[in-house]
C-alpha cells in the first residue's frame, strides 16, 4: 500500500473550487457545477486505472480492474446550498486515495445525497434496487419544483441505464466523512469509529385554518393555523424529553404558513418535523408520542392537524469485523485519539447497508458545523483520518 | 338627493372585473389591474363633473366643483393578493355615489392602504404629510422586493406632485367598508356605526441560533432559532388573554425560518407579530407584556431574540357629530337592525383622522371573510349601505 496524502489534498482543494462560495461551496444536485464535479472524478479514476461510468440517476462508479475480494468506498458530490467542502467530498477523495494506493477498491459518488430531489438517497438507494421509475417520475426539486426527469434531462442523463451493486463483488462498503458535530472537538478526539447510524422518520404535519383579516376577526372567532402548529409543537417541545432516548434528536426545519402576511391570519401552517435515534425501539415509542399529541391537538384545537409520513429510514449498525480492523488501526496511528460513537446524521451508507457490511469513520468538524460554507476540518486531521482508513481497509482486506 | 343605487351596484360590477379571480379580484398596488382600476375611476369622475387627479403616490382625487362645505368620501383600490371585490372598492364606489346625488363631495382612492409596499397607506399617509421622500427611497414590494421607486416608474407616476389636503376645505371625510368580521352577521344586523379604528402595533422579532446539522447535533448543542420563537409565540399565547382588552386582537402572521429546510436546524427565525386594540392604555401594557417576554426568552434561551417596533398606528375615535347623523339616517333607513360597533381592522380614515373629523360605516362581509377570493356581501345590504351612508352624509352636511 503506498498512500498519497499530499495528493489527496490536492484533489480535496482542486475539488473545492467547483462551485465554490465564500470559503464552502454551492453545488446543487445536477446543476452544472455538481455535474463538471462527477466529471472531474472521472478524468481522476481513469488516471489511475479505474473504469469509470456515469449512470442514469448520476452515480460515478470507477471500477478496480483487478481481482477481488473488493471493496466499494464512496461517498457524494453535491453539496446543500452554499454549503461546505468535505461533507461528502471527504469520502470520495478519500476512496479515491485508497483506490491509488493500490488497494482493489471500487470508488462511487452515490447522487443526491442531500435530498435535493423528493426524499434523497437518489444514488444509494437505486444502486440497491429500492428507487422506482414511479418514483422518479413524481420527484421534483423541492426548492424550484422543477421535475427530477427534466433536470436528469438537462444535466445530460436520461436515458443512461442506471447501474445496481454486483452480486458477489464486495467484501464490504467503507465511508469517510466529517463529524457534523462537536463530540470529538469536545473530547478532544480526531477520530470516530462509528458504531451505526441512526434511523429517521420524517413527517409533514398540516393544519387547515380559516384565512381572515387580523383586525376584525375576534380572537374567539379565529381558526389560525400558525397557532395550531405553536401549540402542537410546544406540546412536543414539552413531552419528547419524557420519552427520548440518550442520544435521539427531534427537528423542526421547516414552517411554512399561507399566506405568511402580516395583516392575515395564516389559513394553513405546514411543518416538517423528523426525529432521529440509533433504536428502532425509541423510534416507536416516539412514533406513538407524535401520533398523540397529534390526536390532541384535534380534540383540542379549531384547526384539522393531519399527520403524514414523509420518509423513513430504519437504524443501520456497522460491520464489527469492519469496525474492528478500523479501531486496530486507530489504536495504532491515533492512540488515545479516537472512540466509538453512532453516526447522528444519516449517510448513503445507511443504504448500502442493506446489501453489504458497512463501516464508517469520522474526523471531527470544527465547531460541528455543517451544511454551512464554513464548515472545516484541520488538515491534519484529514490526513490522519486518511492514514486510519487506509490502515483500516488494508487489515479488513486482509 | 338624487341617489342612484341600481348604477352603484353597476359600478361594484364592472370594477370588479379589473382583475378578476375567481369571485374575488387580485389588484395588486401599482399593478397593472390597479393602474387600469385608477383610470377607470378618473373617467367615471369625469363623467359625473368631478375634476380627476391622479398623484405621484398613486392618490386618485376627484373634486367637487361646486361651493363647500365639502365631504371627502373614499377608500382603495388595489386589494390584497386574491382577494375581495368588496374590501376598499365599496367606499370608493360608495363615495361616487354620493358625488353623483348631487352632495359636495371630493372622491379619493387612497393608495396601498394594503401595504404591498412598506408598511402601507402610503396613499393617506402622504395625504396628510406623514410620507417623507426618505421613506418612499427605502421602501419595497414586500412579495418581490421592487423598490417603490421603480414600482412607481413602471406605473407613469413618477414625478407627479403629490397632493396635500387642502386647508379649510372639508368638514369631514366618510368610509364605507365592509366590516370583515362576523358581530353583525352573528348579531343579524345589518349596518355597523363604527365608534373608532383600533391602534396596531407591529414588531418584527428576530432570533439568531445556529445553522447545524440535524442528525450530527445533540439537542444540548443546539441553539435552534425556530425553537426559541416557537417558545416565545407559547409565552405570548399564554400570558396575553390575562393582559389583553375585551376586544385585543393579536397575530403572528409570518414566520421566516432560514433556512426552512428539513434536515437543517434554523439558524435565524423572523416573526411578525401585531396586536390591536381601541384603548392606548391596553396596548401600552401589553407592549410591556411582550417586551417582558423577549426579555425572559433572552433570559432563558440560547439564541438571543431582538424585538424591533415595525409600525405604530395610534386609535382613532370617529367624530361624535358625524356619528349621530349616520346614527339617525339608521335609525329611520334600518331601524333596528344597527349598532355602534369598533373597527377592529385599520383604514385609510385613521389616518385621515389626524388632519379631519372622520366617521366609517360598516356593512356585513359573509362569514366574516376578507382578504380572499369568497368574500362577499349581500347586494340588499350593500343597497342598505350606500343608503345610509348618503342619508347620514346629507344630514351632517345639514
Known sequence: MNLDTDRFLQDLDTLRRIGAYKTGVHRPTYSPEDMESRRWLMQRMAEIGLEPTIDGIG???????????????????????????????????????????????????????????????????????????????????????????????????????????????????????????????????????????????????A??????????????????????????????????????????????????????????????AEVTFQFRDISTEVMDRLEATLRALVRESNRRDRCPATLTPLSRAEPAPCDPAMMRALTEAAEDLAPGAFQPMPSGAIHDSQHIARKLPVAMLFVPSKGGISHHWTEDTDRDDLVLGMKVLAEGARRFLG
Open 207 to 268: 393544519f387547515e385554518g380559516r384565512q381572515d383579516h387580523t383586525g376584525g376577526t375576534t380572537m374567539a372567532e379565529r381558526r389560525d393555523a400558525g397557532v395550531a402548529a405553536m401549540r402542537l409543537l410546544h406540546a412536543i417541545d414539552t413531552e419528547f424529553p419524557r420519552q427520548c432516548g440518550e442520544r435521539t434528536t427531534w427537528t423542526t426545519g421547516r414552517i411554512v404558513l399561507e399566506p405568511n402576511a402580516p395583516h392575515i391570519i395564516p389559513g394553513r
Open 59 to 205: 452515480n460515478v462508479l470507477g471500477r478496480h480492474r483487478g481481482p477481488g475480494p473488493h471493496l466499494l468506498a464512496g461517498s457524494h458530490l453535491e453539496t446543500q446550498n452554499h454549503a461546505g467542502w468535505l461533507d461528502g467530498a471527504l469520502g470520495v477523495v478519500g476512496g479515491l486515495a485508497l483506490a491509488r494506493a493500490g488497494l482493489p477498491v471500487d470508488v462511487c459518488a452515490y447522487a443526491d445525497e442531500e435530498a435535493h430531489f423528493g426524499s434523497g438517497f437518489l444514488g444509494s438507494r437505486s444502486l440497491i434496487g429500492a428507487l422506482s421509475e414511479e418514483e422518479i417520475d413524481a420527484s421534483r426539486n423541492r426548492f424550484d419544483g422543477t421535475p427530477l426527469r427534466d433536470a436528469l434531462a438537462a444535466a445530460g442523463l436520461a436515458g443512461l441505464p442506471r447501474l445496481s451493486l454486483e452480486e458477489g463483488r464486495y467484501k464490504g462498503a467503507l465511508e469517510m466523512h466529517i463529524e457534523q458535530g462537536t463530540q470529538l472537538e469536545n473530547g478532544g478526539l480526531r477520530i470516530g469509529v462509528v458504531t451505526g447510524i441512526v434511523g429517521v422518520r420524517q413527517w409533514l404535519i
